[in-house]
């Protein structure tokens, strides 16, 4: 193979390893730590500092130096990512560990323990990647290619990983083989870079692409570095506002996040390629980041209403096709001229400390606008105006670099296009919020953007009944037939477990099923959920009857496996209702290292409660739930509610006559209303021990490994319009798991 398709070809590779990386150390992270925000933070700001460094490092190391085959430093680069990828398992074993140390000793410095070890094992890898962009200068400079088209050819390789990744690796193999796949990409990849160095020889001849520095720069370097600042600042701001207003109309699954991920990654990659058809246009780079900016503004308003213009097909494949079309369509205008403009600075200001020093200074900025994104303009501002004002930024940036009227011009169409963008505001947090299901009939009661998710309590007209929102989903109801089943989240291990005086109650939703657990009458009850606005907003929900003033009660704004990690806490209760188990994350808490870890803070005889969502899974994806659930809790019943058909695992832990189910000993204790008898709850009790384990056997169970419910079949299977379909599916398995007939 010649250099030419060579080069891309390893660059390309590279760039699905590297993407690779980064999802699966956000993966290790969040077992690590928890589900949260912060957590993906430290991740984010480790890596991207990483890569600063290394870059900036590894520019300044090699200016002025005559290297005769910089593949070699390729070769070394990528052979540090692989290797160290190897460990990356192990360590983040060890750094689990450290957290639950570091917490029992000094609970605030826990997230600073944890940022120190993220760092620790990630610097080798990101410094490499970091380096990698002045090593490619050099090779670009030493066989005359285009450092764009490496750099371009590399981020298509990362937009065709994560969707390999997510659709395709994962869900086949699992996370333990995925890393020795990543690894052995990096690993091929340095050894097939170390056999052609030893082939290549001097320059490959003259080229067009070169990327050598042009004669006479535009505009000083100082001034690229605030181009090349404002692009990273702006693109990571607008990839988290932006994110944040599909995830309604997509939801938050990894399918859907993976599709946004493409969405961003391809027209980064094409304005690579573009930037120097640009250039030998004298395009100048000031009107295309002004040009990016209007398109920003233009592509604001559909994205905030698309939940509003689009529906939602039931076919799961149609709806990834039109998600991944329509997100193209709105964000790929603007990325794509943003992904022209660092190309174009690195061949237009060539030579490996000044590339160097452009490359991690986008990072820097890249950093900031994700970080400033999430945690100053969302909250502030919302997702839109974040998004305007990204776009804003990009018009100022250009225009200052203009001169004369081409300055005039450019800003009298950003006045237009912002002006245009405003007045067209959906509204959102005001007068609706965003979702899939009926808009029509609904008041805001309160809307709140936070780093995490985006949360608003909806009232209907009609009838007064409350919807808590996230994400755009209705993680939870009240007054309506289909929330009956949340107050027996909570009632249910209580009447079962002999003599519980401590109980956890993890996602606290609305707060029914806390209230169902106070009902019962514990000493404490700890309430654990990793969004902070469900208690700021808990009083608008007259369902909860006000647990949150009872002074048993405690909240704690943790992930919940996090929690039962990390506590010394011993439970005789622990009840959890996530959001859906296909949602991105929610994974770890179906899993069977998570029922491993409650059962480990539970007392013998505890009981533990895990919430079943028929109409939303697959039979398969129960089947998994189920495999995970009795694998831990053997003495295991499912129970389906009565009014809303809803399914309830509950576990006990430890061996006892007779088995669960049998005996309800906390209908002897006390007798509070509770809408249904002895007699109704006993009935409900669909599939005894024996009976659940027919059931369970159907499935694999779900670990952290094969993820199979956030990358396996659920979402193959699963249509939103399709949950009565479901419904009866999963009653004829329990029927027949409950009649003792063969189930294969």
């Known amino acids: 193979m010649s250099l030419r398709p060579a080069a891309y070809a390893f660059v ?104 120190l070890g993220v760092a620790l094992l990630l610097s080798p890898a990101t410094l490499a990647m970091g380096a990698t962009l002045p090593v490619l200068g050099l090779i670009a400079d030493r066989h005359r290619l285009s450092l764009a088209g490496l750099y371009g050819t590399n981020i298509a390789g990362a937009s065709i990983g994560v969707l390999a990744l997510a ?47 042009a004669a006479d720069p535009p505009f000083p370097f100082p001034a690229a570095c605030a181009v090349a600042f404002t692009t990273g600042l702006a693109t990571f701001a607008l990839e988290v506002a932006w994110f944040r207003s599909l995830r309604a109309t997509f939801h938050s699954g990894t399918d859907a996040f993976a599709v946004l991920l493409f969405a961003v990654l391809l027209p980064l990659a094409l304005g690579a390629h573009v930037a120097p058809w640009l250039r030998r246009r004298h395009v100048a780079l000031p009107w295309v980041l002004a040009a990016a900016g209007i ?51 690195l061949e237009v200001f060539g030579g490996p400390r000044r590339q160097g020093r452009l490359y991690g200074i986008n990072a820097v900025g890249a950093v900031l606008g994700s970080l400033g ?97 996230i994400d755009g989903f209705p993680a939870s109801v009240e007054q309506l037939r289909g929330a009956h089943y949340m107050t027996w989240m909570g009632r249910l291990p209580m009447l079962l477990a002999t003599d519980p005086q401590r109980a956890l109650v993890i996602c606290f939703g609305t707060g029914q099923t806390a209230h169902g657990v106070l009902d019962e009458g514990p000493a404490r009850l700890d309430l654990v959920d990793i969004n902070k606005a469900v208690f700021t907003h808990a009083d608008l929900f007259e369902s909860n009857h006000g647990v949150l003033k009872d002074p048993r009660a405690t909240a704690i704004v943790m992930d919940g496996r996090a929690w039962l990690r990390r506590t010394d806490a011993v439970y005789d209760v622990i009840t ?67 009014v809303s058909t809803t399914g309830i695992l509950l576990g006990r832990k430890g061996q006892a006559n007779p088995p669960l189910g049998q005996r309800w000993p906390g209908f002897l204790r006390r007798q509070p209303e509770r809408g249904l008898d002895e007699q109704q709850v006993r009935a409900a009790v669909r599939l005894a021990p024996d009976a659940l384990a027919r059931y369970a056997s159907l499935g694999a169970p779900v670990t952290d490994n094969n993820q199979v419910l956030a990358y396996g079949s659920a979402s193959a299977l699963v249509g939103l319009d399709r949950s009565a379909e479901l419904q009866k599916a999963q009653e004829w398995f329990v029927e027949l798991a409950a009649s003792g007939r063969a189930l294969r």
């Open 576 to 642: 959890l209702e996530p959001m859906p188990p296909t949602f991105a994350g929610v994974n770890a808490l179906y899993s069977r290292e998570f029922y491993a870890i409650a059962s480990a803070r539970m007392r013998d005889g505890g009981v533990i409660a895990q919430w079943l969502p028929f109409h939303l899974l697959s039979p398969a994806d129960a089947f998994h739930i189920a495999a995970a659930f009795v694998a831990v809790f053997p003495d295991a019943v499912l129970w389906v509610d009565p």
């Open 373 to 469: 994104a999430a945690w100053g303009l969302l909250p502030l501002v919302g997702a839109a105006a974040s998004a305007r004002l990204a776009g804003a930024i990009l018009v100022i940036a250009g225009s200052a670099i203009l001169r004369g009227r081409s300055r005039a011009l450019a800003a009298a169409v950003f006045v237009v296009a912002f002006t245009a963008s405003t007045l067209s505001d959906s509204g959102v947090g005001t007068t609706r919020a965003r979702w899939w299901g009926d808009r029509s009939g609904y008041r805001v009661l309160a809307h709140e953007e936070g780093p995490d998710v985006s949360t608003s309590v909806l009232e209907r007209r009609a009838d007064k009944a409350r919807v808590l929102l």
């Open 167 to 213: 659709f395709a690796v994962i869900p086949t193999v699992g996370i333990h083989v995925t890393v020795g796949l990543a690894s052995s990409v990096n690993l091929a990849v340095a050894a097939a870079c170390g056999a052609l160095a030893m082939r290549a020889h001097g320059h490959a001849g003259g080229s067009e692409h070169s990327s050598a520095p």
């Open 295 to 345: 398109l920003v503004l233009a592509a604001t308003t559909p994205i905030d209403r698309l939940d509003q213009l689009v529906p939602v097909p039931p076919s799961y494949w149609r709806r990834m096709a039109m998600w991944t079309l329509l997100s193209l369509a709105l964000i790929g205008p603007s990325v794509t001229l943003l992904g022209a403009s660092l190309p174009w600075l």
């Open 12 to 115: 390309f590779c590279a760039g699905a390893a590297a993407l690779s990386w980064e999802l699966l150390w956000q993966h290790f992270a969040a077992l690590a730590r928890g589900v949260s925000a912060d957590g993906t933070a430290i991740v984010l700001a480790t890596t991207m500092a990483g890569m600063t460094i290394g870059s900036l490092a590894c520019g300044s190391i090699l200016a002025g130096r005559s290297v005769q085959k910089p593949l070699w430093l390729y070769v070394a680069c990528e052979a540090v990512i692989g290797i160290t990828g190897l460990a990356l398992e192990p360590g983040f074993r060890a750094l689990e560990r450290l957290d639950v140390s570091a917490y029992h000793a000094m609970a605030a410095a826990a997230p600073v323990a944890h940022a």
